[in-house]
Every structure is written in C-alpha cells, then in structure tokens.
C-alpha cells in the first residue's frame, strides 16, 4: 500500500480516493474542452453538456449508493448485493453521464457519434486516475494493469483520432475495451452480464452508424480526385504552418529567462505574442482535423455525406469548402 486510504486533516478523515477522483474529474473536463474545440464545437455549449452530463453522472451514483444501502440493510438476500459494487457504480454512473449527449446533439444539431468519440476518450483518462488511485491504496496488480492498458489504449487512440477513425469508431471501441476489462479483471458474480451489455452496446452503435451512413456519393471521379489533390496541398500548407508557428512561440525562444525576466514591458509583449501564436496555432490545427477527416472519406467512399443526418453535402460547398464533413445544415457541427 502506497497510499493511505484515508487522509487526515486534524480531526477528519477524507477518503484518499475522493482527492484521486476530483483530480481525475479536472483531467476529464480537460479532455472534453481540448477535443471539442479541437473538433471544432462551441467553448460555451459544449461546457453546458459538461456540466449537465456532470450532474446527471453524480445523481446516478448517488441514487444507486442509497438503494445499494437500502437493499443491504432490508433485502440482504438479493442478488445485487452478489454482484462486485465497483464495477456496476461506474457501470451506472457511465451511463448516466451518456445520456444527456442524446438530447444536446439533437437539439443542437451535432454529430452524436462525435459527441461519444469525444466523451469516451475523457472517460478512457478518467479511467486511468480511479485505476491508478486504488492500486496505490490497495497495490492490487488488477488495477496497475488496467491503469497501464488503459493509457496504452488512450495514447493509440489519440495518436490517429479524426482522421484514420470514423466518427463513432472510438465510442465502440472503448465500449469493447471496457468489455474486455471486466472480463479479465473483474470476475464476480454478474460480471459476464456487464461485460456483455458493453460488448451489445458498442455492436449496437456500430450498427446504427452503418445503417445510417451506408449511403455512398456518387461523385464524378474526376471530382473527386480534384478535391483529393486539393486536400492534400492544404494538408502541406497547414502543417507547414504549423511547424512555423510552433517555432515562432516566443516561450521556447533560446534566452528568454535571461532577456525578459526583468523587463514588465517586453515580459507583457511576451505574453501577448504568445496568446496570438496560441489562437492561430489552434486555427491550424482545427482546419488540419477537417482535412485529414475529409480526405479519410474520400479514401472509405464517404466524401460528400454530411456526418450528422448522411444526407449528401451540395456540390456547391464542397467546391467552396473542400474539408466539409457537414452539409450547410448541420455546419455548426463540423
């Protein structure tokens, strides 16, 4: 034991685990603002969905502990107290934190499969704070195991997301991920019910994107390979401007501690160079996402259908506005 499970703050004790779950939780909402905006979704909307899917997941954990205590102390003999608690809380609470998305998307719009992607790779970081916490409070090989997995998968996955994935890929994914992680690790009463529950629930989503965007565009050939050739130039271009940009940050400028530590003036140029490097290169990198999606449909045969209703895009933005993976509809999604 690395960890003590409780910490002292003079007469209180405080559950080691809950400080573990609180960082964890700033790191989850971290992950979702970086990977929405990089998505391209709004700061502000989609930190609404944040906070209710935040408040939905605590009022499913809640509601779960007091019937959990309520069977433990009436209903001894029922078989939920068989099953292992920890597995079926977070089971409940995941799926309390995944139901809001369904309303905001169709409310505004957005591509659910992107919304899950997005949720599932916090939850992936998320899941490596709570595992890593109980194995330096229980030094349980199981949790060190699905601490270094789980980063493992999270890495790989981050490393080709938005363009080598389609959109709802990763939500799949991770469901099977999480199918296997019970499987393996988590054996006790009721385990196979939730490991194949996930296993229903990531097929059942890759069905359901299938069925919806099984329709193909037929563009003319020589269009599409226009479009082709015109996508990988811009690819060129933003990620040479990429590189440019990084290095023009006056932050990783040899010699600035020594030059600017004690002058307020060029210390505040400093910072304001920095805030304008910082929002173009985030400009960048968002247009280097829409192509690289873009050119991964034209590569699956799904250029030109609009990620959010599979409806086709017009010919006429897509000549506009190559990168589109929207139709003019559902822009505010892309």
């Known amino acids: 034991m690395l960890l003590s499970e409780n910490i002292n703050f003079g007469l209180v004790r405080f559950p080691t685990m809950y400080l573990v779950l609180a960082m964890g939780f700033v790191f989850w909402v971290f992950v979702m603002w970086y990977e929405a905006r990089k998505d391209g979704f709004d700061d ?11 408040v939905v997941a605590v009022l499913f954990y809640y509601l779960f502990g007091r019937l959990y205590t309520y069977v433990s102390l009436y209903r001894p003999n029922n078989p939920l107290l068989s099953v292992n608690y920890e597995v079926t809380v977070s089971f409940v609470t995941l799926l309390g934190a995944f139901l809001p998305p369904f ?3 169709g409310k505004r719009r957005w ?38 997995l789980t980063l493992a998968f999270y890495l790989g996955v981050l490393r080709f997301r938005g363009y080598r994935f389609v959109s709802g890929l990763i939500f799949s994914l991770f469901a099977f ?13 009721g385990y196979l019910l939730f490991s194949g529950a996930l296993f229903i629930i990531g097929l059942s989503n890759l069905y359901y994107r299938s069925k919806k965007y099984m329709n193909t565009r037929n563009l003319p050939k020589e269009f599409v390979e226009l479009i082709k050739r015109q996508l990988v130039k811009k690819e060129k271009e933003l990620q040479k401007e990429q590189a440019n940009l990084i290095k023009e940050d006056p932050y990783l400028e040899k010699g600035r501690t020594d030059s600017n530590s004690e ?56 000549k506009a506005y190559p990168q589109a993976t929207t139709c003019l509809e559902h822009a505010d999604g892309e």
């Open 177 to 189: 991920y999480l199918g296997i992680i019970v499987l393996v690790f988590f054996k006790s009463p």
């Open 111 to 148: 591509s659910l499969f992107r919304v899950f992607d997005i949720y599932s790779l916090a939850f992936g970081f998320f899941l490596v704070f709570i595992s890593l916490g109980r194995y330096l409070i229980t030094n349980s090989s199981n949790h060190l195991w699905v601490t270094v």
């Open 44 to 54: 502000e909307r989609f930190l609404d969905l944040v906070v209710v899917s935040t």
């Open 263 to 318: 002058y307020m003036d060029e210390a505040i140029l400093e910072d304001t160079r920095k805030s304008v490097t910082d929002a173009q290169l985030s400009i960048v990198q968002t247009a280097l996402i829409e192509v690289k999606r873009a050119l991964a449909a034209i590569k699956i045969g799904k250029y030109g259908i609009c990620e959010v209703c599979g409806e086709p895009i017009d010919k006429a933005r897509l």
């Open 103 to 105: 309303y905001f998307s």
